[in-house]
């Protein structure tokens, strides 16, 4: 089982919508999470972290679920600015992060 | 946006020849790595720098060398490339350790074709 998954996507979606994307990850001892998001032939930015208690950022939200282990990612009122790869990241413990295969996501008009 | 120059952006090689990436920080931020990445397999970690002169693996360390003898330049060596290090090279710079705070910034990347 690889350390953190992704569903590849592509998740096709109408502006305005809520989308939803889930990345699982096997290490139950692993101590931070985050999303980037990656335009196409860009290179990854950092979105936000998540934290235990969930965050939100204007129209992004990001919970965490140690329980079942995964992280989620919910884009409200979708732009076609979202359109990108959203990668989730995970810290294992130690110094280094892994990352996602990421999710594509194409935001329609 | 984060000071950080990759070069060559582009670049086209044959199997056996050596490749150096360049990293350039203006940041003077401690972290600085070396990742790839493929379709199927996301970014992966290569090698890392704590600081000048002090360098660590990452997963995917085999056939690729680095060092940093100044806090702004990372170098990454391909001694002797083959068609399987075809791929996109990112640079990534952070000031904390990155398990922290999470927050890497890249550079643009370079493209890598071995023929």
């Known amino acids: 089982r690889k350390e953190v998954e992704q569903d590849p996507g592509p998740f096709n979606v109408p502006e305005g919508a809520t989308v939803a994307f889930n990345c699982t990850y096997s290490?139950?001892?692993?101590?931070?999470f985050f999303w980037y998001r990656q335009d196409c032939r860009k290179e990854p930015k950092l979105l936000m972290s998540v934290y235990s208690s969930g965050n939100e950022d204007g129209r992004f939200t990001a919970q965490l679920n140690r329980a079942s282990q995964y992280i989620s990612l919910l884009i409200r009122d979708s732009k076609l600015s979202d359109s990108a790869t959203y990668l989730c990241?995970?810290?294992?413990?130690?110094?280094?992060?892994?990352f996602g295969t990421g999710t594509k996501l194409q935001v329609i008009p | 946006d984060a000071g950080i120059t990759q070069s060559p952006r582009h670049k086209v090689t044959e199997t056996g020849t050596p490749v150096t990436l360049r990293c350039h920080q203006t940041e003077n931020h401690r972290y600085m790595y070396w990742y790839r990445q493929d379709p199927g397999h996301g970014l992966r970690l290569i090698h890392y720098s704590y600081g000048v002169k002090d360098t660590d693996k990452g997963e995917v360390s085999d056939g690729y060398s680095v060092s940093r003898s100044k806090t702004e330049d990372f170098l990454l060596t391909l001694e002797s490339a083959t068609s399987s290090q075809t791929s996109v090279y990112f640079c990534a710079i952070s000031e904390w350790e990155v398990a922290d705070t999470g927050e890497l910034f890249f550079g643009e990347g370079s493209r890598l074709t071995v023929l």
């Open positions: 290490n139950s001892a692993s101590q931070s």
């Open positions: 990241v995970v810290n294992p413990g130690g110094e280094k992060v892994t």
